[in-house]
């Protein structure tokens, strides 16, 4: 088994794109300060697992309906999102 890690960051200053890879990010998209990570899998190929990390700025919103969201396909399971920390005290 196989898998493919992305990384996602939510971008406030691209037309009709809402997050972009990490790695593409310019300073001009302005990324959010990521407070949360919600995670996806991809399990549409049978030897690849697609792991997909989205940085957010807001809490999303849980669509978990026992193991696949409502209006998700049967092959994109939300695994679900967690607070990111900072370091911070």
Known sequence: ???ETFTFIEVMNEPDIWAVDILDCKKEMQPVTPKFAMIHNDVSKKDVIHVD???????PDKIIDGVNGAGIVDTFIQV?????????K
């Open 53 to 59: 990390c989205t940085l957010l700025d807001l809490k």
């Open 80 to 88: 679900g999102f967690w607070k990111v920390k900072t370091g911070t």
């Open 1 to 3: 088994m196989k898998y």
